[in-house]
């Protein structure tokens, strides 16, 4: 069964800093990946997933994530990040195939970003 | 663009009060869910639905039940509201395959006292 880990329940970045949010996940097979994030009182949104092809996947803000096979991971990044990042952000793994029930999300990591 | 709709956003009911939660999706999605989102424990899934007339159980579906209906509505209700789920619930709906996005409403937070 699949499963995702994010170590970091609480990380906090000055504005322009640069940030990385862990995820790591386990899965026998390759797995479809995804980023989400939750503004305060709002639902998730989707960052960016992976799938297959090119390990380094672009989403929407200037996010980034790398897809390590070899460390079962699948790590956010930001170069420069600004006030209206801070939010709850969700890894999340998928089983290849239709089932319905096949998404998992890690227990989310809160960013605080300081002025 | 409503995309998923929650209503109500906000509820507050008695022990032992029960309720219904609508969700609706407009974009003609298969697949749609509910989750509940507790502090330090993430989104875990209550009940699914893969089509109009079906659902399942997810990872916590006791206190629950549901139902779809109609394709674009899928219902949460909870017949005896316990204090153990005051949460936050989320829907989303889904087309298909894994690798489509899955869409989330806006949330409804429900206190139970």
């Known amino acids: 069964a699949q499963s995702v880990t994010q170590p970091d329940i609480h990380i906090t970045v000055s504005e322009g800093a640069s940030l990385e949010l862990r995820c790591n996940y386990s899965?026998?097979?390759?797995?479809?990946l995804f980023w989400y994030v939750q503004s305060p009182g709002q639902g998730l949104q989707l960052l960016l997933k992976?799938?297959?092809?090119?390990?380094l996947v672009q989403g929407i803000k200037g996010f980034e994530a790398e897809f390590k096979r070899s460390q079962s991971s699948f790590n956010l990044r930001k170069p420069s990040v600004h006030w209206s990042d801070a939010a709850e952000y969700f890894c999340?793994?998928?089983?290849?195939?239709?089932?319905?029930?096949?998404?998992?999300f890690g227990t989310g990591t809160r960013l605080t970003v300081i002025p | 663009n409503a995309g998923v709709t929650q209503t109500p956003k906000f509820r507050v009911l008695k022990t032992g009060q029960s309720m219904t939660l609508l969700c609706a999706q407009d974009?003609?999605?298969?697949?749609m869910y509910w989750y509940r989102q507790d502090p330090g424990m993430g989104l875990r899934l209550i009940h699914y639905?893969?089509?109009?007339?079906?659902?399942a159980k997810g990872e916590v579906p006791d206190g629950y039940n549901v139902s779809r209906l109609k394709k674009q509505n899928f219902l949460l209700g909870l017949e005896s509201a316990a204090p153990s789920q005051t949460s936050v619930y989320f829907c989303?709906?889904?087309?298909?395959?894994?690798?489509?996005?899955?869409?989330f409403g806006e949330g409804s937070w429900l206190t139970v006292v």
């Open positions: 989303a709906s889904r087309q298909g395959a894994t690798g489509n996005t899955i869409y």
């Open positions: 899965y026998g097979a390759t797995p479809y």
């Open positions: 992976y799938f297959s092809g090119d390990t």
């Open positions: 999340a793994v998928g089983a290849q195939g239709t089932g319905a029930n096949n998404l998992f």
């Open positions: 974009m003609n999605h298969e697949y």
């Open positions: 639905s893969v089509g109009e007339g079906t659902t």
